[in-house]
Every structure is written in C-alpha cells, then in structure tokens.
C-alpha cells in the first residue's frame, strides 16, 4: 500500500509571510498532482509534475517533484486570503489502465489579514 | 479538464432510508471514481465506477451498502443505502481519461443523516 505522508497538517499564518507544504512517501510515482479546495467544492487541480527534478510556478505558488519522484513540495510567497483552504498532495500510477490516487491527509491552511 | 455535476448538492435524511447521488460529466471519460470526505479532511476512495460492469470497492466499501451504477461514459450514480449517521458527510465524484492520471471533481454532495 502507497503512502502520502503530507505535513503540516494545520497551519495558520499573517497575510504576507511564505510556506511550504510538504508531501513525503517512501514509494515512486509517475505524477504528483496538488489540489485546492474551499469549503463546500470539489478540489481543484492546481497543477501536475511528471518529471524528477521538475518546478512548476503558478502566480506566488512554486511546485516542485523531488528527482527520485517520490516527494513534492508546495511553497507559497507572500500568502493572500484568498490562498486559504484545503491542500491536498495526490500520487499516481497511471501505468496501464489505473488511474487511482494515492491522497496525503491534506493541509489547512488559514492567512489572516 | 472536464466539467462535473451532482446532485443533490445537499441532503438531510433520516436513517434507515436511502439516498442516490448523481454525477454528470460534459464528455466521455475512461474513468470514474467515488470518495468519501469528512470537512477539512483528505479524501478516501469508495469504489471505482467502471463503464458497463460492475464496480471496484475498496476495503471496507462493500456493493450492498453503496451501490454503483455506470450506464454510459459520462453518467454515475452512487447509492447510499439504510443509512445510519455514521454515514453523514461529504460525498464527491471525479473523472480522470488522460494519461497523467488527473482528475477532475465534482462539488460535493453533503449528506447529513439524523
């Protein structure tokens, strides 16, 4: 059995300070996908890493794929309101026809103004 | 990407009765799944929903209690079945066809059973 083991699990910060999420497991995936999600939706796919090594930037968020693709990281500069909510790390094993995901336990996240 | 639908968005029921979820995707997908989600907690997958046969659950998920249907590659249904309010939370659908292993969910059904 895979295991995503995500941290930290709470955490709560000053609009303006960074973080970083962390996604560890002691397995290979081929994809690490990172999600968002708000109270009362569905997650949303904030961004896919394939490759060893990979970094993705979306806006003040930086994604990166650890080169053994077995951990990520989600980091966030100058935090607004508008970032809090439900973080969720996601490996896959697309081999074949599974397209099942592994999920970490998630991180919520609160920016106070 | 695709676009998902469910309904009811919310419900409140009594025990002993049952309720179906419905999942509508805007195009053809190889993949559906059911997940399970108690507020500001990860996710925990029910069962695959496959196309024309009969549904993969995991451990602890068995077919008697949540029952899946999946007439077609963009429709679903999941069946929660003599709840009790064990069984209150929040029930999501999702898709996946690409090949990175993406998926793509629903918004949630919340389901409070008293």
């Known amino acids: 059995t895979q295991l995503l083991e995500q941290s930290p699990q709470f955490l709560s910060i000053q609009e303006g300070e960074n973080l970083t999420v962390y996604c560890n497991s002691s397995s290979v995936f081929s994809s690490l996908q990172w999600y968002r999600q708000e109270p009362g939706e569905g997650p949303v796919l904030l961004v896919t890493v394939v490759t060893g090594g990979e970094v993705k930037k979306l806006k003040r968020l930086t994604f990166q794929f650890g080169d053994a693709r077995k951990d990520s990281s989600l980091h966030i500069t100058a935090a607004q309101p508008g970032d809090t909510g439900l973080y969720l790390c996601a490996g896959a094993n697309s081999g074949g026809s599974n397209y099942k995901l592994t999920f970490g336990k998630g991180t919520l996240l609160t920016v106070n103004p | 990407s695709a676009v998902i639908s469910q309904k009811p968005s919310r419900d409140i029921c009594q025990r002993g009765t049952s309720l179906t979820i419905q999942c509508q995707v805007d195009?053809?997908?190889?993949?559906m799944f059911w997940y399970r989600q108690q507020p500001g907690q990860s996710l925990t997958l029910i069962a695959t929903?496959?196309?024309?046969?009969?549904?993969?659950?995991e451990s602890g998920f068995v077919i008697d209690k949540f029952p899946i249907s999946r007439p077609n590659l963009t429709f679903s249904t999941l069946t929660v079945s003599n709840m009790s309010p064990e069984d209150s939370s929040i029930y999501l659908c999702?898709?996946?066809?690409?090949?990175?292993?993406?998926?793509?969910f629903g918004p949630g059904t919340r389901l409070t059973v008293l």
């Open positions: 929903a496959n196309q024309g046969s009969e549904a993969t659950y």
């Open positions: 195009s053809q997908v190889t993949m």
């Open positions: 999702s898709a996946a066809g690409g090949g990175g292993g993406e998926q793509f």
